[in-house]
């Protein structure tokens, strides 16, 4: 795979590369086509090397490989961010490298599949990062993204939707889905709004009061 970076914007999303279940080379080579900034978290770092992707940036703990210096030899200049704090996932840890650098958005990849636990933190820090920095986490199938309290977009028709809950969602109203909510709460374990889809090509509106709202579109 060849080298990315067309932009060098801090406005353009950064792409992070995490350590679970790879995806397509195309999805990959999309996205790499416009991020300024490559970030490879250090479990992964093997299997990206070996796509021949140019990456900027190694963030980790880097307990689990010794020879950094001769494994990036070709990759300069590349920084290495060295995070042994374990109270952090490292995905948690290279998302607050990046909004310590100014950037306002970012995609990651790599970071669904294998691993549950680590699937369902990363989810997780959709939401809790909300404030912060925009993300944007895709796979082959999926793309997750938290919801602001107003939202507005053009899907076509009979297009997979889910609303899934962090937590607790209330007051929820959509307009443009099969299955719409009028003024209803959501509850993590009880009751969501997965595998829905919009009704026809338009709008689709989604408000809510309070709460996490991760936006799924899946495509089976």
């Known amino acids: 795979m060849s080298s990315h970076h067309i ?16 995806c397509s080379f195309e999805l990959l080579g999309q996205l790499l086509e416009w991020s300024p900034v490559v970030m490879v978290l250090d ?49 948690e840890k290279g998302l607050d490298y990046l909004i310590a650098k100014g950037h306002k958005a970012v995609n990651i990849v790599w970071a669904t599949g294998k691993r549950a636990d680590h699937h369902i933190n990363n989810l997780s820090s959709i939401a809790k990062y909300k404030d912060q920095i925009t993300i944007v986490l895709l796979d082959d199938h999926s793309k997750v993204f938290n919801l602001p309290n107003q939202f507005t977009k053009w899907y076509p028709a009979h297009y997979n939707v889910s609303l899934i809950p962090l937590g607790s969602v209330f007051g ?22 997965s595998s829905n889809k919009t009704e026809v090509d338009g ?18």
Not at 203 to 220: A, Y
């Open 172 to 193: 929820l109203t959509t307009n443009g889905l099969i299955y719409n909510l009028l003024n209803e709460d959501l509850h993590l374990g009880e009751r969501t709004s």
């Open 7 to 22: 932009v060098r914007d801090e406005q353009e999303p950064a792409l992070i590369i995490a350590n679970g279940q790879s």
């Open 43 to 91: 479990g992964a770092i093997h299997r990206v090397l070996a796509l021949g992707i140019k990456i900027d940036i190694v963030l980790g703990d880097f307990d689990k490989v010794e020879n950094w210096d001769e494994l990036l030899a070709n990759q300069q200049p590349v920084t290495v961010v060295h995070t042994p704090d374990q109270n952090k996932t490292d995905l």
């Open 203 to 220: 709008l689709v509106s989604i408000s809510f009061n309070k709460g996490n709202l991760l936006l799924m579109e899946c495509i089976d």
